[in-house]
T-cell receptor
Framework: EPEVTQTPSHQVTQMGQEVILRCVPI?????FYWYRQILGQKVEFLVS????????KSEIFDDQFSVERPDGSNFTLKIRSTKLEDSAMYFC???????????FGSGTQLSVL | GNSVTQMEGPVTLSEEAFLTINCTYT??????LFWYVQYPGEGLQLLLK?????DKGSNKGFEATYRKETTSFHLEKGSVQVSDSAVYFC???????????FGAGTTVTVRA
């Protein structure tokens, strides 16, 4: 079965550094999402993306965050200047049209030191 | 706004035991309800769903019934196996945006 692929699986960075989390959605999917889960807390919606633009974003998704689909296959989440509280598991997801079923990647564990 | 509250874990069971994970929700509209499962080292996978009141979702021996009167969607399995060890997430989405609101997840460990 096709999979959503995320890289890296673990990322350690220093506070203030920029990080880019990478995702390869399933090829015929048109809608893309980022979620995150801080340890011990709920999985939280960050942003949805369709037709090369953000459809919706949460209040977590401030100016430090950006998303991009640079080449028609990758879907990236950039954090410009990481904070300690950005440490979390970040999940990418995609879905085809006209279905509620999201397909998730296995996540990137981001640790900000 | 929408929110999901699920039973806190961790839950540890013996093989063949009965499993229940409680989930209740708050929503403004008529949401669809989901259970996602995350096996170790893998992404979240859709386990089952129900899209309207009184619907029952089922998959791999798991069941959950959409109860509008109690705003609940409890997950049950009659006889768990070691391979059911995972983190289980209850979630909802409002039709139209497909954005999921998740519960905190419940870690289930099944011992042989």
């Amino acid at each position: 079965e096709p999979e959503v692929t995320q890289t890296p699986s673990h990322q350690v960075t220093q506070m203030g550094q920029e990080v880019i989390l990478r995702c390869v959605p399933i090829s015929n999917h048109l809608y893309f999402y980022w979620y995150r889960q801080i340890l011990g807390q709920k999985v939280e919606f960050l942003v949805s993306f369709y037709n090369n633009e953000i459809s919706e974003k949460s209040e977590i998704f401030d100016d430090q965050f950006s998303v991009e689909r640079p080449d028609g296959s990758n879907f990236t989440l950039k954090i410009r200047s990481t904070k300690l509280e950005d440490s979390a598991m970040y999940f990418c997801a995609s879905r085809p049209p006209a279905t509620e079923k999201l397909f998730f990647g296995s996540g990137t564990q981001l640790s900000v030191l | 706004g929408n929110s999901v509250t699920q039973m806190e874990g961790p839950v540890t069971l013996s093989e063949e035991a009965f499993l229940t994970i409680n989930c209740t929700y708050t929503a403004t509209g008529y949401p669809s309800l989901f259970w996602y499962v995350q096996y170790p080292g893998e992404g979240l996978q859709l386990l089952l769903k129900a899209t309207k009141a009184d619907d029952k979702g089922s998959n791999k021996g798991f069941e959950a019934t959409y109860r509008k009167e109690t705003t609940s969607f409890h997950l049950e399995k009659g006889s768990v196996q070691v391979s059911d060890s995972a983190v289980y997430f209850c979630a909802l989405s409002d039709m139209g945006d497909y954005k999921l609101s998740f519960g905190a997840g419940t870690t289930v460990t099944v011992r042989a």
